[in-house]
């Protein structure tokens, strides 16, 4: 069985149902199983990472996706050690990057620690390392919806993003067959696109034209700290390892297509899948 934590997060709501289809019995992990819309063919179970007893969520499991948000390295490494414990043969933890660029930012070095506590747990690894996901355009639903526009930082660099199937369809592929233990995977999409030229992509799929604003890093943060309720010290977090990312996005990695065997998924594609959610409820 395999047990995934993030199970209703960007990348665990597409795993969950790939390793289904794949053959592989699948545990799910929420805090809320009522509000979870989880594939009814999983053993969904209720649990906090913070506060649940480990070795019972992790009984009976044989492989792990990891996942956690909040970026605690003690976290992953206090599931790595109960998953050896609990006799887990195989652990596939979700990293960034930012690992492999040696980053210093603190989102990306609570990552390098917790795959460190993870090579070092005893069972099985393979690391996932993705760039930043199409999804993380979902932060334009609000402006396009509103104002049929697009505000971004002036500093935003061209960015090669990657689907979350993507990552997904790797993750299924290393928890479910053999070869990539000890495996380290720099994810991204198949080309780097300035965000004028994802803008432009999201308007001919919406079929109707957006309008595209820079603004300087100071109105990005306040329109982020206005917009979405975000504290300013998580603002500055997202800015600080904006900073040191920007160099690397635009970098191409060709691990997708090598492991999956057919081109990344293209932000064309993930834009179309996605019109549903960007409708206009602008009125003049
Ligand atoms: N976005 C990017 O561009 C990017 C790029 C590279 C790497 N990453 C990494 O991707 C990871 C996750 O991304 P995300 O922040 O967007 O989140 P997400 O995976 O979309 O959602 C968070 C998931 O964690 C679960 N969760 C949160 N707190 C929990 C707790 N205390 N106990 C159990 N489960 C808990 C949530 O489940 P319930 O709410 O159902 O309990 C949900 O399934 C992060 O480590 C991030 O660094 C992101």
Known sequence: MIF???ATGKVG???VPALLDAGAAVRALTRDPAKARIDPRADV???DLGTSDLPALLDGADRVFVLTQGHSADREAAVAQ???QAGVTHLVKLSTTGVHFGQTDPVTRAHAEAEQAIREAGPAWTILRPGAFMDNRFAWLGPIRGENAVYVPDTDPPSALVHV???AAVATLALTTSGHAG???ELTGGEALTTAQQVAILAEALGRPLKYVEEPESAAKDRMIRMYGWPAKAVDGLFALKCESAPHESVVFDTVERLLGRPPLTFATWARENTAAFAYHYQE
Do not use: F, K, P, W
């Open 82 to 84: 109960s998953a050896a």
């Open 13 to 15: 709501r597409h795993l």
């Open 4 to 6: 995934v934590l993030g």
């Open 45 to 47: 179970v209720r649990g």
């Open 183 to 185: 495996a380290t995977y």
């Open 165 to 167: 199937r993507d990552i």
